[in-house]
């Protein structure tokens, strides 16, 4: 799913191109991702396009006569900047935003269309899509350590959490937690107030750096690949890889459609944190420490 820094390269590609501009109409295709009805779609057509902002994980286009656009790419959803009146491409393309010289193109390759389409009244209506987190890159610490200790959970869980933390994912929350050296299974409610400095500090930096990363890879072009697994990251996607930092194994933990990564030597102490079904299935024979797993497995 794109992240704070792949919708702030989405935003920073967009907004010389259509701010200013007038949005000629929308062709959706997909039918499940225009979620609303009232106002129409058709109601936004012929507006031009004021502004543009992110929303948490969300691209918000403000539009004349207070009409907003609410664009969620989920997990598969990505965004193509074609030629004027570009067809939509095959199995993947779900709508297209024309406007007179160019269309902007929704795509989604994957077999459950989650990309969703809003249109929506004025600021009260936006923010009915506002979960409701914290932006990282404007709070102080203070607030940042409020928002993530309202409720017990995992720094993994916290740090993911839209109620929470705004625009933070599966990828960059391994990112932010591997530069703080902190467990993804540490509990929020015994987090030190050290600690607590260093995962703000780090949440900060991490971001600030992939931002600054992407809009470099893509210059002024069009950014081509928005994806979750990069290789100048420190442990997400790199399993079994070593860590840039102490050269141990990075480990993973499954569960549901998801991972996290880590480095037991910079996060856990050397302890290998339990996966909740291989560990279950090896039992006695899961690695606790790296040197059980280097043991086992032989070095890596």
């Keep these: 799913m794109p992240e704070l820094p792949d919708v702030e390269l989405y935003l920073h590609a967009l907004r010389p191109r259509v701010i200013d501009r007038v949005l000629v109409g929308i062709r959706v295709r997909g039918p499940s991702v225009l979620r609303t009805w009232d106002p129409p779609l058709e109601s936004v057509h012929g507006k031009r396009i ?7 994980k ?7 006569d207070d009409l907003f656009l609410v664009l969620h790419l989920m997990i598969a959803g990505r965004l193509q900047w074609r030629e004027a009146k570009a067809l939509l491409p095959g199995k993947i393309g779900l709508a297209a935003f024309d406007l007179e010289d160019a269309t902007l193109i929704l795509t989604e390759a994957s077999s459950h269309k989650r990309a969703a389409l809003y249109v929506v009244r004025g600021e009260a209506g936006l923010a009915d899509h506002d979960p409701g987190g914290r932006e990282p890159l404007e709070c102080t610490r203070d607030e940042f350590v409020a928002a993530l200790t309202r409720e017990g959970h995992t720094l993994k869980r916290a740090l993911t959490d839209p109620r929470f933390l705004s625009g933070i994912g599966n990828a960059y929350s391994d990112e932010i937690l591997h530069r703080a050296g902190l467990s993804p299974f540490a509990h929020t409610g015994k987090v030190s107030s050290g600690d607590w400095t260093r995962l703000f500090e780090a949440t900060r930096a991490v971001l600030v750096e992939w931002i600054d990363r992407l809009r470099e890879q893509a210059g002024s072009g069009w950014p081509r690949k928005v994806t979750a697994f990069r290789p100048e990251m420190a442990v997400h996607g790199r399993y079994r890889e070593p860590c840039p930092v102490c050269a141990s194994p990075v480990q993973r933990i499954r ?16 302890r290998i944190l339990a996966d909740r079904s291989l560990s279950r299935l090896l039992r006695e024979d899961w690695p606790r420490t790296l040197e059980e797993l280097e043991e086992r497995f032989g070095p890596r």
Excluded: D, M, S
């Excluded at 004021?50 to 948490?56: H, I």
């Excluded at 969300?58 to 004349?64: A, G």
């Excluded at 569960?255 to 050397?270: A, F, V």
């Design 50 to 56: 004021l502004a543009l902002r992110r929303l948490g």
């Design 58 to 64: 969300r691209i918000v286009w403000q539009l004349e």
């Design 255 to 270: 569960y549901k459609n998801n991972e996290t990564n880590y480095c037991p030597g910079c996060q856990t102490g050397g």
